[in-house]
């Protein structure tokens, strides 16, 4: 049997990205390197939306990008120009079929359509158990969801990012497509955290995302009903729904290091790469990626690949209030954003404040409830 160098599980975007990432450096190509996935085509199974300063590497495939976000909230609107930042969009067929190309062109990569049943570590390698097989691996890259690591401990916060969003077309010119909403908060709370999602991508079609941060997941029709109100309220009836997309994004600070080792290290969303207080990780997956494969070059041990940093603790402490005190999210975000510069926000979010940048956040949010979480968890 042969044992491959490397192993990914998953062709997803971490997947994919670390896939894409070792075919464009030579360092890799005496390596042998195989992926797994159950499906190789998952079509515009989502959208993707990340900030970023000016031009950037995924430009050749974004849809749409804004110069402009839209905040709203009974304690403050506004619609705030983010240059040099960008707001961009992109829709994963596009993103998935250029990374398959810079894959493909190298005879190095294997790529199996297969379900994975299970993986262990022997003593030198690792093995992947799939329906139709079983394959060997000298290291492990896992992007496959992992809920119950995190599910089935209490130590550390858990509240999901969900949502439904419906792709809408008009006959008429009747978004703005200059700004994209990025929290809607005006619609009913209902004691959670919930907002309306907006990005028109032309006059004419927009994705109306019903979104929540919160524990409990809601009805499919509880989601729907939510975006036919909103379109109703702003007086769009006569509109065609083009396609329906829908996720649940883990928000925690469950330490995900815990469950890498020598041989295994865990990527993506499976590996902690979302971001614990927003659940944005596409970019998040686009800079660890780049480090995973520096990181190859010159060491062995995947269970060293994570380094400490403060963020993890704001997160736990914004989780810890977001999860205790769910209705109060939209007050929290509009004080933020209505205190805080939003390039110091971005900076903040991306993990590349100073601490200065990170006090003035920090002083931007009724304290009452951080001060309470701080000590909560300093005792
Ligand atoms: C609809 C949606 C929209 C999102 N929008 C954003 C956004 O705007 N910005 C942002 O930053 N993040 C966003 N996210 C979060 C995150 O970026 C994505 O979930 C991202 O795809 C995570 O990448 P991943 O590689 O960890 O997981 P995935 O992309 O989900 O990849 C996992 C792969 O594993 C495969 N797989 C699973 N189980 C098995 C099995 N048993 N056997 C074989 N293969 C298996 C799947 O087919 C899949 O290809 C969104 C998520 C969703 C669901």
């Known amino acids: 049997m042969v ?30 390197i195989l992926i797994i996935d159950k499906s190789k085509n998952k079509g515009n199974d989502r959208t993707w939306c990340f900030w970023e300063e000016n031009e950037g590497e995924w430009d050749e495939v974004v849809t749409k990008t804004w110069s402009n976000i839209y905040f709203g909230s009974a304690q403050f609107s506004k619609t705030i120009p983010i240059a040099p930042y960008k707001y961009k969009m992109i829709r994963s067929e596009a993103f998935y079929n250029s990374l398959w190309e810079s894959i493909n062109a190298k005879s190095n990569f294997t790529f199996i359509e297969d379900t994975i049943n299970s993986f262990s570590e022997l003593k030198n390698e690792v093995q992947i158990i799939t329906s139709k097989g079983r394959y060997l691996g000298l290291k492990l890259f896992n992007s496959l969801p992992n809920a119950e690591v995190y599910k089935s401990q ?11 969003g419906w792709f809408v077309k008009v006959q008429e010119d009747v978004f703005d497509d200059s700004k994209a909403t990025f929290m809607d908060f005006s619609v009913e709370q209902n004691d959670n955290t919930c907002f309306m999602y907006v990005l028109p991508v032309t006059r004419r079609t927009a994705l109306f995302e019903y979104t929540l941060f919160s524990k409990d997941l809601l009805q499919h029709s509880e989601y729907e009903d939510a975006i036919k109100l909103y379109l109703e309220n702003k007086n769009i009836s006569d509109y065609t729904i083009v396609e329906v997309e829908k996720g649940n994004i883990p928000m925690t600070s469950f330490k995900f290091k815990n469950i890498n080792s020598q041989h ?24 660890k990626t780049k480090e995973v494969v520096a990181f190859l070059k010159t060491k062995n041990d995947l269970s060293k690949f994570h380094k400490k940093s403060k963020f993890w603790f704001y997160d736990l402490i914004f989780l810890d209030v977001l999860a205790n005190h769910n209705g109060e999210g939209a007050a929290m975000f509009a004080s933020m954003f209505k205190k805080a510069n939003i390039k110091t926000v971005f900076r903040f979010l991306d993990e590349e404040s100073t601490i200065i940048e990170d006090l003035k956040i920090i002083l931007s949010v009724p304290p009452k409830r951080f001060i309470q979480a701080f000590i909560k968890r300093l005792f």
């Open 264 to 287: 295994v290290l865990n990527i993506g969303t499976a590996g902690g790469w979302t971001k614990a207080s927003t659940g944005y990780t596409f970019k998040n997956t686009s800079k």
């Open 154 to 164: 209490d130590k550390y916060p858990l509240i999901h990012q969900h949502f439904v």
């Open 3 to 32: 044992t491959y160098d490397y192993i990914i599980l998953g062709a997803g975007a971490a997947g994919l990205m670390l896939a894409s990432r070792m075919a464009n450096d030579s360092f890799f190509d005496d390596k042998s």
